[in-house]
C-alpha cells in the first residue's frame, strides 16, 4: 500500500513538472531525478518572459518548501535544480500544479464579446445605488446599505440565535462573527441568554431600530428617486430582476459579500465539490451556508439593491463553476496585467500585495515577482500561467455564460434586462469600479458601518 502511494504522488509530480517551463519542448521538459529518500527536481528555463515568470514561481516555491539549491547528479544541463526529500517534493508538485493551468479548463469558444459584460453593468448599477444612498446624509448618521441589507435587516423582534442569522443573512460564520461583534460594540445589538436550552439570543438595541429606520428609510427614498429620473427603464429594470432572482435555486445575501475579511471568494473556494442537484450548489468552503429558496419566504425586502447583487452573486458562480479563475480577481486585476508585467507600486494601485511573499496574490501563486525588498515599487509583478489562463478567457467567458443565462430564463428577458441596464449605465459616473469589493464592508470601526457627514 505504502509502495502504491509513493508511486501515485510521484505520478502526479512528474505530471505537475510537465507544465515547467510552460513553453516547453519535450526535450528541455523538467525532470525528477530519484534517489529514493532524496530527490532532485531539475528545471531547463529559456530567455523568453513566459519562462522568466516559470522560473521565478519555482524558485518561490523552492524557497517555501525548504527545498535546497544544486547541482543535478545525472550530469544533463538545468538551469536550475533543488534538492528535497519525499515530504518537500510532495508539496513542491501541489503548489506547481496550483501555479499552473492543470486543473483549469481548456479555453472558451472564441466568441463574440463586443458588448459591456453582464456583469459590469450589475455592478456599476449597484455601486451607483449605493454611492447615491451614502449621499446627503442626516445628522443623526445611517448605517452602510451592506450592513442594512446583510445585518440590521436580518435581525426579529423576536432575536435570533447565531447559527439563525448566518443562515437568514447567508453569511458565513467567520463573516457573521466580525460584523456582529462590530455591530455589538456600536451599540446596534446585544445579546441575551434565551429560554432555558436555546441558547444565546441577539437583539436589536434601541438604537439599533432605529438606525434601521433611518436606513430603511433613505433606501426607499434613493429608489423612489430612481423610478421618477429613469421611469420605464428603472421599472423594467427591477421587473426583470425580480423575475430572474425568483428563479435562483438558492439564496445569497442582500449586499453581495465575501467568504471573509481576508477572503474575497463568494463561497470560499472549492473545498467542498459542486453539487448538480437539484437543487445546483457550487464549490463552497465549510463555513458557507447553503440555503434553498422557497418561494417568497425570505425575500422580505425585495429592493433594487438586493436584487443586483444577488443577481450578480448567481452570474459570478455560474462563471467561476468553468473553471477559469474568479469573476472578481479576473475583472479588477487578472485583466489588466500583461505578460510583460507590472511595476510593483501599480499592481499596488490595483490590489494590495506586498512583496513579501505573503499577501493574498503571492501565496496563491497568482502572481510572480521579481526578488527584491517589499519598498523597491520598481520590481516587476507577472501573471502566472493560471492568472494567464483567467485573463484570456475573460472577455469571452463572460459572454459565454450570458449566452447561458438566455436559454436558461428566456431571451426576452434577458433582452430587457440588458436594455435597461445599458440604459442606465449611460447616466452613471464614468469612474465606477468594474467588480464590488466584497470585504471592506467588514472592517470596523465607525466606516462603513456608520455613515456620517
Known amino acids: 500500500m505504502a509502495e502504491d502511494s509513493s508511486r501515485e504522488w510521484r ?62 547528479s545525472d550530469g544533463r544541463p538545468a538551469t536550475a535544480c533543488y534538492r528535497c526529500s519525499a515530504e518537500q517534493a510532495k508539496d513542491f508538485g501541489r503548489f506547481l500544479a496550483y501555479a499552473s493551468t492543470q486543473h483549469m479548463a481548456p479555453p472558451p469558444t472564441l466568441v463574440d464579446h463586443n458588448q459591456t459584460p453582464l456583469s459590469v453593468l450589475l455592478t456599476h448599477a449597484l455601486i451607483a445605488f449605493t454611492h447615491e444612498y451614502e449621499s446627503d446624509i442626516s445628522r443623526h448618521g445611517m448605517p452602510s446599505l451592506e450592513v442594512l441589507s446583510n445585518v440590521l435587516r436580518v435581525v426579529p423582534p423576536r432575536g435570533i440565535t447565531p447559527k439563525e442569522f ?124 447553503v440555503v434553498v429558496r422557497q418561494g417568497n419566504k425570505h425575500r422580505s425586502s425585495p429592493t433594487l439593491p438586493a436584487f443586483l447583487s444577488q443577481s450578480l452573486t448567481q452570474f459570478a458562480l455560474d462563471y467561476e463553476a468553468d473553471d477559469l479563475g474568479r469573476l472578481g480577481l479576473t475583472t479588477m486585476f487578472f485583466q489588466h496585467l500583461p505578460d510583460e508585467g507590472m511595476d510593483l507600486g501599480c499592481a499596488r494601485d490595483l490590489q494590495a500585495i506586498s512583496g513579501d511573499g505573503k499577501s493574498l496574490h503571492e501565496r496563491h501563486l497568482n502572481i510572480a515577482i521579481e526578488p527584491g525588498s517589499p519598498s523597491d515599487k520598481t520590481r516587476r509583478v507577472f501573471p502566472t500561467q493560471k492568472t494567464r489562463r483567467s485573463r484570456d478567457a475573460y472577455a469571452f467567458h ?37 467588480y464590488p469589493d466584497t470585504t471592506s464592508w467588514m472592517v470596523a470601526w465607525n466606516r462603513p458601518y456608520l455613515l456620517e457627514r
Open 398 to 434: 463572460v459572454s459565454a455564460v450570458e449566452s447561458r443565462w438566455k436559454q436558461r430564463f428566456g431571451a426576452s428577458i434577458m433582452k430587457k434586462l440588458r436594455h435597461s441596464l445599458e440604459a442606465l449605465d449611460t447616466a452613471f459616473s464614468d469612474d465606477l469600479p468594474e
Open 166 to 289: 448566518e443562515k437568514r443573512a447567508v453569511l458565513t460564520t467567520r463573516t457573521a462573527r466580525v460584523v456582529l461583534r462590530h455591530c455589538t460594540k456600536l451599540g446596534w445589538l446585544k445579546t441575551e441568554k434565551g429560554v432555558k436550552g436555546s441558547g444565546s439570543l441577539i437583539y436589536l438595541t434601541d438604537d439599533g431600530k432605529s438606525k434601521r429606520q433611518h436606513g430603511i428609510r433613505r433606501l426607499k427614498r434613493v429608489e423612489s428617486q430612481w423610478s421618477k429620473r429613469y421611469e420605464r427603464d428603472y421599472q423594467e429594470l427591477k421587473t426583470c430582476l425580480e423575475t430572474l432572482v425568483s428563479r435562483f435555486e438558492l439564496e445569497f445575501p442582500h449586499y453581495i459579500s465575501g467568504y471573509g475579511p481576508a477572503d474575497e471568494a463568494l463561497t470560499g473556494g472549492s473545498y467542498l465539490v459542486a453539487e448538480e442537484g437539484p437543487p445546483r450548489i457550487p464549490g463552497r468552503g465549510v463555513e458557507w451556508p
Open 11 to 72: 505520478e502526479r509530480l512528474e505530471e505537475s513538472l510537465a507544465y515547467y517551463p510552460s513553453s516547453a519542448e519535450k526535450r528541455r521538459r523538467s525532470r525528477l531525478i530519484d534517489h529514493g529518500n532524496r530527490l532532485e527536481l531539475a528545471f531547463k528555463f529559456n530567455r523568453s518572459t513566459h519562462d522568466h515568470i516559470d522560473a521565478l514561481i519555482v524558485d518561490f516555491i523552492a524557497n517555501r518548501v525548504g527545498a535546497k539549491p544544486c547541482k543535478p
